[in-house]
């Protein structure tokens, strides 16, 4: 009985642990992006000058334990990258563009729930290959303005579907993301990166988002990726 007992107490601690932690993170997230992200801009100065709260939110990155709760799981690694991604412009701030960093996404080593891995890994071997979700190349921010607009909020796990929806619409609803000149249409390189995420069927992916549906029939091209930093 007693044995039973202090296995029921042992894991009634470890649940609360999970969410506390859970809690913990996905708050001063929100907190964080609410003062420093504005206008789809972030203030990597501000961040800099005041790097506490990002460096907090690192710590919890690198030791935070991944769940049977896959949703949460996904929120936390969309949130995770996009810190991550803050995080390594902020070292190397003042920059033009992540791509003026050497090995900005496939050499700098992040630790992400204990592992050691780089934010190409984050995005291509934890939430790509596993979830194979399109609506991910929508809410990944990699600090440049061609990349999907940066909200000044958290994605949270019971909220999260709705968010991939909303952000996924607002980008393919876009005029300066999807470009509509007559009968000449041009994507992001994103559609061009990423073709078997879209299953080679962009256009009847993006009308499945737009309100202005376009003729599955029509050729189109990519436009040159954006790489200037998304700052304020």
């Keep these: 009985m007693k044995k039973t007992f202090a296995l029921l107490l042992i894991l009634m601690l ?5 969410f506390s932690q ?3 993170f996905f708050s001063k997230t929100n907190s964080f992006l609410k003062k ?4 789809n801009k ?9 790097p506490n709260e990002l460096d907090d939110l690192v710590k919890i990155i690198a030791n935070y334990d991944l769940t049977t709760d896959e949703n949460s799981n996904k929120a936390f690694l969309i949130n995770a990258y996009n810190l991550l991604v803050i995080k390594g412009i902020t070292t190397q701030f003042p920059v033009k563009s992540p791509l003026d960093i050497a090995g900005f996404f496939d050499k700098t080593i992040y630790t992400i729930s204990g592992k050691k891995i780089t934010l190409n890994d984050i995005e291509n071997k934890m939430l790509r290959a596993k979830y194979n979700d399109a609506r991910l190349h929508f809410v990944l921010v990699c600090g440049a303005n061609g990349c999907p607009p940066i909200l000044p909020e958290a994605y949270l796990p019971e909220t999260l579907d709705a968010k991939l929806d ?6 393919l609803n876009n005029p300066n993301f999807i470009k509509v000149k007559g009968d000449k249409i041009q994507l992001s390189q994103l559609f061009e990166w990423y073709k078997a995420d879209f299953k080679n069927k962009e256009i009847e992916f993006i009308n499945s988002f737009r309100e202005t549906k376009i003729n599955p029939k029509t050729k189109f091209s990519y436009y040159p990726y954006d790489w200037s930093l998304n700052k304020k």
């Design 166 to 171: 909303q952000q996924t619409t607002k980008a």
């Design 36 to 39: 420093y992200v504005s206008d």
């Design 22 to 24: 859970k809690d913990t």
């Design 14 to 18: 470890i649940s609360i642990s999970a």
């Design 42 to 50: 972030v203030d990597y100065f501000a961040i800099k000058t005041s």
